[in-house]
């Protein structure tokens, strides 16, 4: 059984950086997608980023691209969202979600989740 924990939240400065980490047990996940997703208060869950875990492609939400960068190691079995450049519409909880057997953007088609982990952007 699959098991994801996040770390690395907590309350930033607008301009500010965090890296999130997620670390996956429980399975080899060499034939996996894994990717994080978003909520904000009163709003849906929604796509921030996804990894292939053995070729490393990578795909990015376009409120996203070119401040936050994911990434994974391998021999740790741990996911990773290094966020930059934060604004306040970045706050929300994220979380770590995982599927096997499919490269996917859509949350429906996750199957696995972590408990998520509160990112707060002051202004």
Known sequence: ??????????????GGSLRLSCAASGRT????????????????????ARITWSGGSTSYADSVKGRFTISRDI??????LQMNSLKPE?????????????VTVS?????????GTQVTVSS
Not at 29 to 48: D, H, I
Not at 90 to 102: E, F, I, N, Q
Not at 109 to 115: I, L, V
């Open 1 to 14: 059984q699959v098991q994801l924990v996040e770390s690395g939240g907590g309350l930033v400065q607008a």
């Open 29 to 48: 996940f060499s034939s996996y997608t894994m990717a994080w997703f978003r909520q904000a208060p009163g709003k849906e869950r929604e796509y921030v």
């Open 75 to 80: 021999g740790k079995n741990t996911l990773y």
């Open 90 to 102: 970045d706050t929300a909880v994220y979380y770590c979600a995982a599927v096997r057997w499919r």
């Open 107 to 115: 949350k429906d088609e996750y199957d696995n989740w972590g408990q």
